[in-house]
């Protein structure tokens, strides 16, 4: 069944995921109202002779100079010399998800954009097309000009574009999608480009994701802590609400949930190392970074990051900043931070389990036949590797500004490079979160109790449904994956 999204009201982080396949996109009537109304007072304001920043000027540093006088021929002044990006493509599910935002910010009425821009966006996202966009290119300042312009250029049958996955020449593509090239003038071809939308749509989708893991790794510490017979105190509400930080008691409550009827078995040290007795606290300082990312990604996905914007019933056109993607640049930084910590926690859980000094007397690695097999010892490489890799690229790229443009953007977000880099993070933790997950499954198959909390009884049957013992060795790379999906799924009903 497609998925309907209605351009009257403001996406979700759902809507952006369901962009990955054909979705029905509404442009309603009170959208329509709006950027019809925005359109014709454009052509008033131009036919009164007054300056319109990319209508009738040039472009950045180049402002001061008249732009080309045919507004068809301006689109192509516009769209040609952002034709620089390189490096790889980025993937499909973050370009799609990136014009439908785009379509949902021109929908709000103040870019002066033509209606038919819109409308063939919505088409495109009904169909498997995606343009074929190089990652590398935004400085995230003046909107994701370079990428946003390849995915305009792919729109008018230039460049190239993916159709059922298939990389083909754009005009083909269309073609062969039943959509026809899209006409632009110079308006539309800047609106177009003109926004931090590929940055909010990968910070929105590096948010899903780190939640996603969060959660996971709520459910994976009280199962490893059911596992080993851990005392439970450090997760009593008297204590975190002591701590008094917000996301600390809600995490607490949330493992509470899951880790009810955990029995201490009387074997354990009085306290547990902190990757088991401090992830409360960690865990509940990541929800509450979380929730200023949250509130970031939900002003941006509703807001209109465009230059000029267009007032009708004012009579203003008004030149300002709101393609700066400085917003989206710090969360996606903070995003950075907390997927390394999160990373650590459960790099360092799946540590304390495969050692037979700290988990209980379980066998080294969790080998069936130590020395004869060798149990989780590749996967604990690889989540080494993962960690690490993670960890490298933690630096925050939001304060990084390098003046270009002539001077024009003397200060830039990066915001782009944040998000992206964020969202390739998610997708490591999300592997590491499967090796944990691995690393449970077969503690409880080589020795450890089983579960006394029914709730960490049910994570660990969905995850032993998909993940055999490892009794020969074999390789496990499918069985992270697996794993990673599964206990994900079963964390959200814990959310």
């Keep these: 069944m497609t998925t309907e999204v209605d351009l009257d009201v403001p996406l979700r982080i759902a809507d952006l995921r369901a962009a990955r396949d054909p979705v029905k996109v509404v442009v309603g009537a009170q959208a329509r109202e709006r950027v019809t109304a925005a359109r014709t007072y454009l052509s008033a304001v131009l036919g009164d002779d007054r300056a319109v920043y990319g209508a009738t000027t040039g472009f950045g540093a180049l402002v001061g100079y008249a732009g080309r006088a045919d507004l068809r021929d301006q689109a192509d002044n516009t769209l040609a010399h952002l034709g620089a990006g390189q490096g790889p493509e980025l993937d499909p599910e973050v370009v799609r998800a990136t014009l439908l935002l785009r379509a949902a910010s021109l929908a709000r009425g103040a870019s002066g954009v033509s209606p038919h821009v819109i409308d063939a966006l919505a088409a495109m996202l009904a169909t498997t097309f995606v343009p074929a966009v190089p990652r590398l290119g935004s400085v995230g300042a003046s909107g994701d000009l370079i990428p946003l312009g390849a995915a305009a250029q792919a729109l008018r049958g230039r460049g190239h574009a993916y159709l ?36 909010t749509a990968a910070t929105a989708l590096a948010l899903d994701a780190a939640r996603c893991a969060h959660r996971a790794v709520q459910v994976l510490t009280c199962l490893l802590a059911d596992l080993l017979g851990s005392d439970t105190q450090f997760l009593d509400a008297r204590l975190l609400a002591a701590y008094g930080h917000p996301g600390a008691v809600d995490v607490g409550a949330r493992m509470r949930g899951v880790g009810a009827g955990i029995v201490a078995s009387g074997a354990r040290p009085l306290q547990e190392p902190y990757s088991i007795r401090c992830a409360p606290q960690l865990l509940g300082a990541a929800e509450d970074a979380l929730r200023y990312v949250d509130a970031v990604v939900g002003a941006d996905l509703a807001s209109v990051t465009d230059n000029p914007l267009f007032f009708p019933d004012e009579d203003l056109v008004v030149h300002g900043g709101n393609f700066f993607g400085q917003p989206a640049a710090f969360a996606a930084d ?4 907390v997927v390394a910590q999160v990373g650590n926690l459960a790099e360092r859980q799946l540590d304390l389990l495969v050692d037979p000094n700290r988990n209980g007397g379980l066998p080294p690695m969790l080998a069936a036949g130590p020395g004869q097999q060798h149990g989780l010892q590749g996967v604990q490489l690889a989540a080494t590797a993962l960690i690490t890799e993670i960890r490298r690229d933690t630096m925050p790229a939001s304060m990084q500004s390098v003046p270009t443009n002539l001077h024009n953007q003397d200060v830039v977000p990066l915001g782009t490079q944040a998000a992206l880099r964020a969202l390739d993070q998610t997708r490591l933790l999300h592997l590491i979160v499967g090796s944990l997950a691995v690393g449970l499954r077969q503690a409880a198959y080589v020795g450890a109790r089983a579960p006394t909390a029914p709730g960490c009884a049910e994570a660990l049957a969905a995850v032993a449904a998909v993940v055999p013992p490892i009794d020969p060795d074999r390789p496990l790379d499918a069985d992270v994956r697996r794993a990673a999906d599964v206990i994900a799924d079963f964390s959200v009903s814990f959310s």
Aim: no cysteine; net charge negative; aromatic share 0%.
């Design 334 to 337: 903070v995003l950075s931070m």
């Design 164 to 199: 059922d996955g298939v990389r083909l020449p754009a005009a083909e593509a269309l073609q062969r999608a039943g959509l026809e090239p899209l006409p632009l003038d110079g308006r539309d071809a800047l609106a177009l480009v003109n926004g931090t939308s590929l940055t």
